[in-house]
């Protein structure tokens, strides 16, 4: 997947968010009509939640190393 700059005006995807879309996320095979489109503000919070995720997978990986001990 990658991130288009959007140069039109295009609501934001997420849920109710009142902003323009910033970017696309264009993903292979899928028509730009269906793309997710994310303003600037819900793509950097999408990205912090991302490293929620990677933390608690971190986490959890850490604790399968040690053996459950
Ligand atoms: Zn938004």
């Given amino acids: 997947m990658r991130l ?3 140069k039109i005006r295009l609501k934001c995807d997420n849920g109710v968010c009142p902003n323009y879309a910033d970017f696309a996320v264009e ?3 899928t028509p730009a009509c269906r793309e ?3 303003c600037r503000d ?3 919070e999408l990205s912090e ?3 929620v995720l ?3 997978e971190t986490q959890a990986g850490k604790k399968q190393a040690d053996g459950g001990q």
């Fill in 4 to 6: 288009r700059k959007i």
């Fill in 54 to 56: 990677t933390a608690s």
């Fill in 27 to 29: 993903r292979e095979g």
């Fill in 42 to 44: 819900c793509l950097k």
């Fill in 49 to 51: 939640l991302n490293t």
């Fill in 36 to 38: 997710l489109r994310l």
